[in-house]
Nanobody
């Protein structure tokens, strides 16, 4: 059974930092691209960042590229998303997805497996 488990969310003040983790099981992790997406009520799931099995990464916006950093530790079957200088608009449920691919994609349609999400709330 494939499982993705996100953690690391929470309530944080504007300007703070969080590190999200996505731990995968039931897959050959080294072969999978992992993407991070976020969703607020009433809106579609939107892209944040992704990292391919080869290590190449992408970010959805320049602002995310400046404040977010994605990394992976294949020995721990884990992808991390470091988020700095949090803003109120970052408030959302953050999900990770897994896709059997060397390259990653910022399209949620590419991903076959999803975690349950972790909530980030940024207070001003």
């Amino acid at each position: 059974e494939v499982q993705l488990v996100e953690s690391g969310g929470g309530l944080v003040q504007v300007g703070g930092s969080l590190r999200l983790s996505c731990v995968a099981s039931g897959i050959t992790f080294d072969d999978y691209a992992i993407g991070w997406f976020r969703q607020v009520p009433g809106k579609e799931r939107g892209a944040v960042s992704c990292i391919g099995s080869s290590g190449g990464s992408g970010y959805f916006t320049d602002s995310m590229k400046a404040r977010f950093r994605i990394s992976r530790d294949n020995a721990k079957n884990t992808v991390y998303l470091q988020i700095n200088n949090l803003k109120p608009e970052d408030t959302a449920v953050y999900y990770c997805g897994a896709a059997l691919s060397a390259l990653c994609s910022l399209s949620h349609r590419m991903y076959d497996y999803w975690g349950q999400g972790t909530q980030i709330t940024v207070s001003s």
